[in-house]
Structures are given as structure tokens and as C-alpha cells.
């Protein structure tokens, strides 16, 4: 079964474990100086966060296979999707051995297919963001444009 993945970046990494454990109701699967995950069941989730040094929100979103059959599959249907795409390959990010393929949505956002085969003791080096949008800038539409901000609401 494939995992939904979403990584944010976080203003106190500290008080985002603190709060996401609490969300969660349950400890990190991997907590790091810079970058902690849950691997969850309910929802069937791999959420992580890591610091930034800028802008917080949403770093990328992701499927995650359990297996390369699955990998397989996960990477046909990146490229059925139509958006640009950089293949990674093999890779070690996020204390992790990988094999991913990234691409971009029509709006910007990053996805990432990838499958984990084991864990590393360093956290690696993440792709280079603009390798993704080089790869998006030959065939999508450009989605730099400033948007109106939306007024913020209560719940």
C-alpha cells in the first residue's frame, strides 16, 4: 500500500515536534538535530519537518511506495501525469537510502515518488529545487506570477 507523504518547513523545530506529537498522539519514528518523522498508520502517513531558513509551509508532498513493483507503478504515473519530471535515482536524503523521481504540478507544487530501502546515519543531500523547476520551465505554464494573498479566516 502506497503512504502519503508531506514535508514541511518549520519556524522551531522543537515546538512542532512538541505540537505534532501531541496531534498525532504518538513519538517521531526518526528524530534527528535537523529533521524528525512520523511514520503513521492512522492516517497512513510519512509527515516529517525540518527547519528552514526562510519561508515555512510546505516543502513537497509525496507517494511513497512500499516496493519497487509499486515504485514502478508510482513512476508510470508520474509520467502519465504530463508534468516535467527529474529523475533522481538512487540517492540517500532524509537519513534515508532512496531510489525518486520528482515532478511538479501545474500550480508549482513538488511531488515526490520515491521508496525507502533503509535508513543512514547522515541526512544526505536533498535535490536541488531548481533542477525540478529547470525541468518544469520547458513545458509548464509559468506559475511565478505574485497571487493575492487570501484573507485570512477563523475556523
Known amino acids: 500500500m502506497k503512504r502519503f507523504h508531506l514535508n514541511l518547513k518549520v519556524s522551531d523545530l ?7 506529537t ?7 519514528t526518526v528524530e ?3 529533521y524528525i518523522k512520523w511514520m503513521l498508520d492512522d492516517p497512513f502517513i510519512n509527515f516529517s519537518i525540518e527547519p528552514t531558513d526562510g519561508t515555512t509551509g510546505i516543502a513537497h508532498v509525496g507517494i511513497q511506495a512500499e516496493n519497487e513493483a509499486e ?3 508510482v513512476f508510470a504515473r508520474v509520467a502519465n501525469a504530463g508534468g516535467p519530471r527529474f529523475e533522481e535515482g538512487e540517492t540517500t536524503c532524509c537519513y ?9 504540478d501545474p500550480d508549482g507544487l513538488i511531488w ?13 543531500k536533498p535535490p536541488e529545487i ?22 485570512p479566516r477563523c475556523c
Open 14 to 20: 522543537e515546538k512542532s515536534k512538541a505540537y505534532y
Open 22 to 28: 501531541g496531534l498525532f498522539a504518538a513519538q517521531p
Open 32 to 34: 534527528k538535530d535537523d
Open 71 to 73: 515504485l514502478g507503478e
Open 96 to 104: 534515508a537510502h532512496s531510489e525518486k523521481n520528482w515532478t511538479q
Open 112 to 124: 515526490e515518488a520515491f521508496y525507502t530501502d533503509g535508513q543512514t546515519t547522515h541526512y544526505g
Open 130 to 151: 531548481a533542477d525540478i523547476e529547470a525541468a518544469a520551465s520547458c513545458c509548464m505554464p509559468d506559475t511565478t506570477e505574485q497571487k493575492k494573498p487570501a484573507e
